[in-house]
């Protein structure tokens, strides 16, 4: 209740806009092959709904949640490498603050050379999304704990080991967790871009197949489900979050 | 107990030190406040103390020897760091854990004294639940967990109001004679300082000048208000200040 009010304004704006975009093309002042109704788009996802979710809307779900997988395990073994050791420190930090310069979606085709239209193509560019963000947020987590509170567990006798464990680690969750948040996101976007690359399903590949034969219900179907996709994996995160952090001021 | 010979420190090699060959000693469950302005080093001497970091020369022994301190003594740092992901019980068991003693046997012990710092009913909340005494109540049991005799306290009723902070004063000293433990309190509050204190140190210049407190125990809050209680803070202000005048 409190929501509504507080975005009753977004909400309408938005509604208008949904009834202006229906008249306009009603009224043929926009071709619907360009741009269909609202409600094209709704019939469209009724039109194409067996394809649409029981064969493209399973597969990039997949290839984002194995993407992510990988990349919240591989970036929680780096982030903690690099925090035990300079030398891992050193070697991977730089390369991170290259990452962040370089425009990764022009990596992505190389995934395409290497693995053609398998799903590791489409899993590695969720990985190549995914991964960085993730990495450098679990990092800034780990480094966050206070000097003041490392003096106090070194006062109680504590190893580095226990000061990881029982503060360092617990520090880090919130800037995780705000590292998953974006990645939900991104990896939907990376799941995208590699079944553009070459796949044979996906709401990706449905898109732009829609596309190629000027289907354009199809293909605006298929990009309300995946930024759908993309808000209910926030969402689930976002509650996990509230849950896991509900005690923390 | 506690033995420092001729301690001398500095943060960087070019600065003033920020102690100049201090000694200092602390008996047995005595109740020794250091007063000092703020930035005169009081909390540094707790560090040092403690076994974070080492003075340049001079020489400290707890309980005879001379070496690492760390585990060994209790620290209350200024702000009262409860980690606010951990209800107030498993707060107070930290250090229990940390040095993995017997934890049925110190969570019996946690329950009791929780009870007696009037803090059962908030056992099982989370420290942001917490008001501000209460907190200071929780973070002082933490510091008894660690099982030291002596304990060290940086200005523990520094964020009190005036109110609370009486309370809190009362119930430190009836805890400390309970107890039988060491206390080594910083404050910069001087009236505090003779109220609860054996001994007095007053920190200036990187020197430490003592002051003994004669008062009989158990002491009442009104002392403040008698003749005598009134020349101890005005020698003590002029200690504070003296050089500052010159
Ligand atoms: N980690 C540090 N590095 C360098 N200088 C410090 C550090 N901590 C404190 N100091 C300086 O040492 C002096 C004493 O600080 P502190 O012990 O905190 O004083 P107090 O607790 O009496 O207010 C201050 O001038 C402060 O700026
Ligand atoms: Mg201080």
Redesign the interface.
């Known amino acids: 209740m409190k929501n509504l009010k507080k975005y009753y304004q977004s909400i309408l704006f938005f509604l208008l806009v949904l009834i202006i975009w229906e008249i306009a093309v009603r009224q043929d002042w926009v071709p619907f092959f360009i741009l269909p109704a609202p409600s094209m788009i709704i019939a469209g996802l009724w039109k194409y709904k067996e394809q649409l979710f029981t064969i493209h809307l399973g597969t990039t779900l997949y290839e984002v949640l194995v993407g992510l997988f990988f990349s919240v395990v591989a970036a929680i073994l780096l982030a903690v490498g690099m925090f035990f050791s300079k030398t891992i420190q050193r070697i991977f930090y730089p390369i991170l603050i290259v990452s962040q310069t370089i425009p990764l979606i022009a990596i992505a085709p190389v995934f395409a050379l290497w693995f053609g239209y398998s799903l590791w193509t489409k899993i590695a560019a969720v990985i190549l999304f995914s991964f960085f963000p993730l990495l450098v947020n679990l990092y800034d987590g780990l480094k966050m704990t206070k000097d003041d509170l490392m003096d106090l567990l070194k006062t109680m006798g504590a190893n580095r080991w226990q000061i990881f464990r029982k503060v360092q680690v617990p520090m880090a969750i919130p800037s995780f967790f705000s590292g998953l948040k974006v990645v939900a996101v991104y990896s939907i976007t990376g799941a995208t871009i590699g079944e553009w690359l070459g796949a044979e399903s996906g709401l990706g590949y449905f898109g732009r197949r829609m596309a190629s034969t000027l289907r354009s219900d199809g293909v605006f179907a298929s990009v309300l489900l995946l930024s759908l996709l993309g808000l209910i994996l926030f969402i689930i995160i976002g509650w996990f979050e509230k849950l896991t952090l509900k005690n923390r001021r | 107990m506690l033995v420092i010979d001729r301690l001398t420190f500095r943060y960087t090699e070019s600065e003033h030190p920020i102690f100049k060959n201090i000694s200092l000693s602390l008996r047995k469950g005595e109740f020794v406040s250091l007063i000092g302005s703020s930035g005169s080093g009081k909390s540094t001497l707790l ?1 040092i103390i ?3 970091m080492e003075g340049e020369d001079g020489h400290i022994y707890y309980e005879g020897y001379e070496g690492n301190r ?6 209350m ?3 009262d ?1 409860l ?3 951990r209800k107030i019980i498993e707060n107070v068991l ?2 229990v ?3 993995s003693s017997n934890k049925e046997v110190e969570k019996e012990k946690a329950t009791a004294l929780l009870k007696e710092f009037g803090l059962s009913e908030v056992a099982n909340e ?1 420290p ?1 639940r917490l008001s501000g005494g209460m907190r200071q109540r929780a973070a002082f049991l933490r510091t008894i967990m ?1 099982g030291s005799d002596l304990l060290l306290l940086d200005e523990p009723f520094g964020a009190l109001d005036a109110m609370r902070k009486q309370d809190m004063q009362r119930w430190l000293l009836s805890v400390w004679e309970r107890l039988g433990k060491t206390i080594f309190f910083i404050t910069h509050d001087i009236e505090e300082a003779i109220l609860l204190s054996d001994r007095v140190l007053v920190l200036r210049d990187g020197e430490i000048e003592e002051v003994s407190i004669p008062f009989s125990r158990p002491r009442v809050p009104d002392m403040i208000f008698g003749h005598e209680f009134i020349e101890y803070r005005r020698l003590l202000s002029e200690k504070i200040r003296e050089k500052n005048h010159l």
């Open positions: 560090k403690a076994g974070l760390l585990g060994k003594i209790g620290y740092p200024q702000k760091q980690l606010p992901w930290l250090p854990e940390i040095r989370y942001s660690t």
